[in-house]
């Protein structure tokens, strides 16, 4: 694996490990997850819609888009949940 590659990989798991650690470390995982999420939400979002034309996208990949959002959602609030009431 070339070494920019094994570098993101690396950064991405040290991020991700990251995240779940101040997640279950926080007094509320909740409602910690829930600000990290609409903080990202905020940010992305209007970088992602200025890059190209959301018109160009065809309506079964906006439902896909959906149903991603809401498992990711459930996932999250699962997660978090877990964290609330057990060990990481």
Do not use: Q
């Not at 990989?9 to 909740?30: D, F, Y």
């Amino acid at each position: 694996m070339p070494p920019l590659e094994l570098a993101l990989v690396l950064l991405s798991a040290l991020l991700h490990a990251s995240w779940n650690a101040a997640t279950k470390g926080s007094e509320a995982p909740i409602g910690f997850m829930l600000a990290v999420e609409v903080v990202s939400l905020a940010l992305f979002v209007p970088i992602l819609l200025l890059g190209f034309d959301p018109g160009k996208i065809p309506a079964s990949v906006w439902r896909l888009v959906l149903a991603s959002g809401l498992v990711h959602a459930l996932y999250s609030w699962w997660l978090s949940s877990a964290y609330a009431c057990s060990e990481l």
